[in-house]
């Protein structure tokens, strides 16, 4: 039973344009979020956090929201590169969890055309 | 800079051979994780570790084992590996404020 979902497991966009990026989850406990790259043959690398007591957090060209109510999340990236073509997961944790462990969404292969 | 190692990036084993994997970090984190990732499944989380030599299940621990002898070692291993387990394998450390530092994975394939 996956407590954290994204949906659209692919997304093509644009060199220039924005990429929207969803992620949905369903424990009420999870209070910190993160988005994570993903290349092939690589680990993935961080790429952007929020704590449940923000609704926006940006860091250049990337920005993440949160609708608590909604229990949903969205990574937005602007403007998309080529060098964005990667695999995106979406990981939440929860403060009652001490040991950290994260919930990964499956993924969604973002590919960005010149 | 931080740096989580998996010694083995692409590994071949044949059905019920035993299979070491392993990861070093060089941050002085406590807390390590084992995570398995297959297509449409994301990330799934086999076993972590909090400190030396304590572990815990994740949410597939079934045919994994772990072994944390130092802190800076995390080692999974499959007993009697079968072609289920054919998967990419990815070490993880964790900082204090949360993030996870990810090694570059393990390919393995099972046959």
């Known amino acids: 039973d996956q407590q954290v979902k994204q949906n659209s497991p692919s997304l093509s966009v644009q060199e220039g344009r924005i990429s929207i990026l969803n992620c949905d989850y369903t424990?009420?406990?999870?209070?910190?979020f993160l988005w994570y790259k993903k290349y092939p043959a690589e680990g993935p690398t961080f790429l952007i956090s929020?704590?449940?007591?923000?609704d926006k957090n940006e860091d250049g060209r990337f920005t993440v929201f949160l609708n608590k109510s909604a229990k949903h999340l969205s990574l937005h990236i602007v403007p998309s590169q080529p060098g964005d073509s990667a695999v995106y997961f979406c990981?939440?944790?929860?403060?009652?969890?001490?040991?950290?462990?994260?919930?990964f969404g499956a993924g969604t292969q973002v590919v960005v055309t010149p | 800079d931080v740096k989580v190692t998996q010694s083995s990036r692409y590994l071949v084993k044949r059905t019920g051979e035993k299979v070491f994997l392993e990861c070093v970090q060089d941050m002085d984190h406590e807390n390590m994780f084992w995570y398995r990732q297959d297509p449409g499944l994301g990330l799934r989380l086999i076993y972590f570790s909090y400190d030396v030599k304590m572990k815990e299940k994740g949410d597939i621990p079934e045919g994994y084992s772990v072994s944390r002898e130092k802190k800076e070692r995390f080692s999974l291993i499959l007993e009697s590996a079968s072609t289920n387990q054919t998967s990419m394998y990815l070490c993880a450390s964790r900082t204090a404020s949360g993030e996870l530092f990810f090694g570059e994975g393990s390919r393995l394939t099972v046959l």
């Open positions: 990981a939440a944790s929860g403060k009652a969890d001490s040991w950290g462990k994260l919930q």
């Open positions: 424990n009420s406990m999870f209070d910190y």
């Open positions: 929020i704590s449940s007591i923000k």
